[in-house]
């Protein structure tokens, strides 16, 4: 299948078997949501989807178009087409925003000319009504929580990822920023990403509708339908 595939994924960390068999199916353009309580799994999936050493996947896979990159490594995950949210160094003094972008895009798409990128870094940034001056300053250095939110959107529209797992930390996020992370999905629904909004709340769902929804509790997907089942969560919690 095209997209991102997720087979009856089992992950454990510490010893402890947090999914308990996870099944999810992404095609290209659509947009789903993993919605849970806390502790019920949700940022396991995104490491594990990430391929980060502390979590074990013991049984199933993950495809991407097809491809069983189960046992890759992080970097090779990222060649492949795959974005997290928060996989990127906090700081990085004395590299700019635009260095940093472009060696990025280089790395995932191949060498591109300097003055191409900078037309696109560009036109990016004037799409998500970022200042130009924004892309000479050094990499998160005194960047506000909205700005860093703003950085990384643009990283997510500049490298252009087929795939794309955003793990938010809707507590931290204010309206604006909320705001920019929903453009930046939006402006890329062009029906060739595969993206997954990992979220507790559904107030960004509300920006962002998706077109599935998944209910997580305790490491099993519960409940799966429609974009109504977002609102309906949200009137009644996660009881059930
Ligand atoms: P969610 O993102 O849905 O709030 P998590 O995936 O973060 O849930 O956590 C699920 C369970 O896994 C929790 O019981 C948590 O304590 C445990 N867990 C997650 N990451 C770690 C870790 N690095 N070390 C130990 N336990 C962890
Ligand atoms: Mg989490």
């Known amino acids: ?63 991407l178009d097809g491809e069983d990159i189960t046992s890759m490594a992080p970097d090779e995950r990222a060649r492949k087409g795959l974005f997290l949210s928060f996989q990127y160094p906090q700081e990085i003094p004395g590299v700019t925003v635009e260095n940093f972008l472009r060696t990025a895009y280089n790395n995932l798409h191949g060498k591109i000319d300097v003055v191409k990128f900078n037309a696109l870094l560009k036109e990016r940034m004037s799409a998500l009504h970022i200042d130009p001056a924004f892309s000479r300053r050094y990499l998160n250095e005194g960047f506000s929580g909205g700005e860093k939110k703003r950085m990384e959107v643009l990283q997510m529209t500049v490298l252009n990822p087929r795939f794309m797992v955003l793990d938010e930390t809707d507590s931290g996020l204010d309206v604006d920023a909320l705001k920019v992370v929903a453009q930046g999905i939006s402006a890329m629904r062009d029906g060739t990403h595969a993206t997954l909004i990992i979220t507790h709340f559904n107030r960004i769902l509300k920006l962002v509708e998706p077109d599935h929804v998944h209910i997580i509790t305790a490491g099993r997907i519960v409940k799966s339908g429609g974009k109504e089942l977002a609102h309906e969560t949200e009137e009644k919690g996660y009881r059930e």
């Open 1 to 63: 299948m095209m997209g991102l595939e997720i087979k009856d994924l089992y992950v454990e960390v510490e010893g402890k078997e947090i999914l308990k068999g996870v099944s999810l199916s992404i095609a290209p353009g659509e947009v789903h949501a993993l919605m849970g309580p806390n502790g019920s799994g949700k940022s396991t999936l995104a490491n594990a989807l990430l391929g980060h050493p502390r979590y074990k996947i013991t049984k199933g896979a993950i495809f």
